[in-house]
């Protein structure tokens, strides 16, 4: 498994792309190209799961809203 200075580093690449909407990545020397955003959005999941693995404190948790409705009283 690569180091967590290579992990967050690939994964700022791969954020640079999803925001700019463009399916090549560089990283390096090393370019990917995806074939889709879908693609490129699991290749970030993978990499943020390598992440998690190496720093247990940093797992991403799925975020919960709650919306309350009151009768107007």
């Known amino acids: ?3 967590l200075a290579t992990l ?5 690449s791969l954020d640079a792309a999803i925001a700019s909407g463009v399916l090549t990545v560089r990283h390096g020397e090393t370019s990917t190209t995806f074939h889709s955003m879908s693609d490129l959005l699991k290749a970030r999941a993978h990499v943020q799961a390598q992440i998690d693995a190496l720093e247990p404190g940093s797992v991403s948790r799925p975020r919960r809203t709650v919306a309350t409705f009151g009768n107007g009283c």
Do not use: D, K, P, V
């Open 1 to 3: 498994m690569a180091s």
């Open 8 to 12: 967050y580093a690939r994964l700022e």
